[in-house]
């Protein structure tokens, strides 16, 4: 069975900042891809970040050069640096982890962490 937390979450005055967290543990191995997505209230789950085993990064257009993301390959762990916090980048957060646990690759969930900006 497989287990990914998220941590980090919470209230910050815009402008503030945050940084969250994501570990993978039990029965997975051979990490690929690494992700957070974001929902708000009435919209759809976007992709945030992500970055490759490799260490190559994506960002939404929305959180370039505020956002950063990081990955420990020896914890299987990956990072999500917040600054310039909007009001508009409230919503759940959600960790992504691709890996194998058995023959193929999946892709396994946190529970999500709620970030909330105020304005």
């Known amino acids: 069975q497989v287990h990914v937390v998220e941590f980090g979450g919470g209230l910050v005055q815009a402008g503030g900042s945050l940084r969250l967290s994501c570990a993978a543990s039990?029965?997975?191995?051979?990490?690929?891809?690494m992700a957070w997505y974001r929902q708000a209230p009435g919209s759809q789950r976007e992709l945030v970040a992500d970055i490759t085993s490799g260490g190559v990064t994506n960002y939404a257009d929305s959180v370039k050069g505020r956002f950063t993301v990081s990955r420990d390959n020896a914890e299987n762990t990956v990072f999500l640096q917040m600054n310039s916090l909007k009001p508009e980048d409230t919503a759940v957060y959600y960790c992504?982890?691709?890996?194998?646990?058995?023959?193929?690759?999946?892709?396994?969930w946190g529970q999500g962490t709620q970030v909330t900006v105020s304005s």
């Open positions: 039990g029965r997975i191995f051979s990490f690929t891809e």
């Open positions: 992504k982890i691709t890996g194998k646990s058995g023959l193929y690759y999946d892709n396994y």
